[in-house]
């Protein structure tokens, strides 16, 4: 059990720039989480797979966002022509269907968007 | 669409002292979990309560969920520098993704 990675940890653009980040979850986790946190905010759900089916955006995901897990491994989350709204922590989780619901996230360590 | 409150938003305590970090939902509670993040990282799971009246220990951590399952709490004994963080409680309403709330801050004073 390696953990949650995501890559880059930081990353600096200038605004109207298009950024791309990855994430290779727990290899045995179908679901794979987006989450976007803010400075003093707790993490907001974003949009989430179960292995490449993308199953539920969130409002917050607007057109310029949009994230694929092409083959049920590892996913990227691309943002295109950055505004400095989307400055933020984005967080990367996984896990493992289950039986029932109630199953624990595990997050990787983030990666820090800061778009001047 | 359910929402969590956590109360205080930021707490400042001396080294050794006791403290509650507080979490109230919107509506009845069918799950609860605690996670707990260092700055500019990600969250780490504590806990996770199921059951109204259940408690769960974890080392100096204790949290409680409430027998009307709208209400969690989180306890701290003899805190210590490395409990510095930001607790989050997060609850999972619909069985396929966990919703926070936004943190308490927790600053432990040496």
Same mark, same amino acid.
Do not use: A, F, I, R
């Given at each position: 059990d390696t953990g949650v990675s995501q890559d880059p940890r930081h990353k600096i653009t200038k605004r109207g720039q298009n950024v791309t980040f990855r994430c290779d979850p727990i *290899?045995?986790?179908n679901r794979l989480y987006w989450y976007r946190q803010t400075l003093g905010q707790g993490p907001e759900f974003l949009t989430y797979f179960q292995n490449e089916a993308q199953l539920e955006k969130s409002r917050?995901? *607007?057109?310029r966002f949009s994230a694929e897990r092409p083959k049920g491994s590892f996913s990227t989350l691309e943002i295109q022509r950055?505004?400095?709204?989307?400055s933020a922590m984005y967080l990367c989780a996984s896990s493992s269907t289950g039986a029932g619901a109630n199953e624990k996230l595990f997050f990787g360590s983030g990666t820090q968007l800061s778009v001047l | 669409s359910q929402e969590l409150e956590q109360s205080p938003q930021s707490l400042i305590v001396q080294e050794g002292k006791n403290l509650t970090i507080n979490c109230t939902s919107s509506k009845t509670l069918y799950g609860l979990y605690w996670y707990k993040q260092k700055y500019g990282e990600g969250l780490i799971f504590l806990m996770m309560l199921q059951k109204g009246g259940e408690e769960k220990s974890h080392e100096k951590i204790t949290a409680k969920l409430d027998e009307k399952k709208q209400q969690s709490s989180l306890h701290i004994t003899a805190?210590?520098?490395?409990?510095a963080g930001i607790y989050l409680c997060g609850a999972d309403p619909r069985g396929d993704k966990i919703i926070f709330g936004k943190g308490t801050r927790l600053h432990i004073l040496p």
């Open positions: *290899s045995e986790h917050l995901l *607007s057109d950055t505004e400095q709204g989307d | 805190s210590q520098p490395s409990h």
